[in-house]
């Protein structure tokens, strides 16, 4: 009961998705509040994974929502209407921690703790690619924006691999020292950034295959991290409770940490908790395990939103990529979507 008093706070009670929103899909709100998105309801909740949800990631259209669940499944959601499943993608022997949808929408990437990475065509919901070289767990995948179809990962056997999507087996390996929890890919995808539990955020040049710059601030393990929609800024979120905004620009002064934003937290539980990005960059967002969404200012660093509602940790929240909804994916096998 305590989700639904803390969700009507905010005008909407959450809803089972076999309820339609009273008198049907409608511009005014509940409350009479002018309607910012084609949500069906203001706040939408997901439900169908059978365990705790790691990550989840709007489709480059904003038409489909794909999530990873330790319950080793991919679920595909359909955005409108009452937002059904409409789609699952079968095959990770454990847990799917990481997913990036490629900068076409076609095809999904994911990574997990049963050491590989797997792509898969969304067309079809068919595996098209597993890629198992790494020796532990799979931490985080990322697809380069432009360019070749070249994909990076990183994981606890202390490596970063590029994949080329068009040849068989990594082209490229980058060892580090420690387990990589994090990995980014530049804007130009000629750099990749790994972050790890060393703290630091490490800049590898692909083509001298070396790191050419460290980036240190961190506390405690970064667990989670993205490239700004411009490309100039990266966004950790580290298990020091705060979440930094690097300058990558090549020119860029020696301290590249321009801001540090907190409020959210991490637990015993070390999730991987991730962070994101609104579309035109003026606000961030990244999971908390004190169940509350988060999302920053990024001129003024302060806390615009702590939305309540999940009853687990918080690993993911994403902003769509057109429209001003954010989505949260939890520990407690939820999904919530909802206009901000």
């Known amino acids: 009961m305590q989700a639904e008093s803390a969700l009507s706070v905010i005008g909407s009670r959450p809803m089972e998705l076999s309820v339609v929103p009273h008198g049907g899909p409608q511009t005014l709100g509940q409350n009479g509040k002018q309607r910012t998105s084609s949500l069906e309801s203001p706040i939408m909740l997901l439900t169908g994974h059978q365990s705790a949800i790691y990550t989840m990631k709007f489709n480059p259209e904003g038409t489909v929502i794909a999530s990873g669940s330790h319950d080793r499944e991919i679920f595909l959601w359909s955005m409108h209407g009452d937002c059904k499943n409409f789609m699952v993608l079968k095959g990770h022997k454990n847990a799917v921690l990481d997913l990036q949808w490629t900068s076409d929408g076609s095809q999904i990437v994911s990574a997990s703790p049963d050491k590989t990475l797997r792509a898969w065509d969304v067309e ?5 690619k597993k890629m198992a070289e790494h020796s532990s767990f799979v931490n985080s995948c990322c697809p380069a924006r432009r360019g070749p179809p070249l994909i990076v990962s990183g994981s606890d056997d202390g490596t970063s691999k590029l994949w080329d999507m068009r040849q068989r087996g990594a082209i490229q390996t980058f060892p580090d020292k420690f387990q990589i929890t994090a990995v980014s890919f530049s804007d130009a995808s000629d750099k990749i950034y790994t972050g790890g539990i060393d703290n630091d955020v490490k800049v590898w040049d692909l083509r001298r295959n070396e790191v050419t710059m460290t980036l240190q601030g ?46 959210h937290q991490h637990n015993f539980e ?7 990005w609104s579309p035109d960059g003026s606000k961030v967002t990244a999971g908390s395990s004190d169940r509350m969404v988060y999302i920053w200012d990024t001129t003024s660093r302060r806390i615009l939103y702590k939305l309540p509602g999940h009853t687990g940790s918080v690993n993911e929240c994403v902003f769509h990529p057109s429209e001003p909804i954010v989505g949260s994916c939890s520990s407690d096998k939820q999904i919530y979507l909802g206009e901000i």
């Open 270 to 276: 070390k999730n991987l908790l991730k962070c994101g």
């Open 124 to 128: 079809t919901g068919k595996q098209i």
């Open 218 to 263: 961190h506390q405690d393990t970064i667990t989670g991290m993205q490239l700004s929609p411009d490309g100039s800024y990266l966004l950790t979120n580290a298990m020091d409770c705060t979440l930094r905004i690097w300058d990558m620009r090549p020119y860029a002064p020696q301290n590249r940490c321009v801001k540090i934003m907190e409020g």
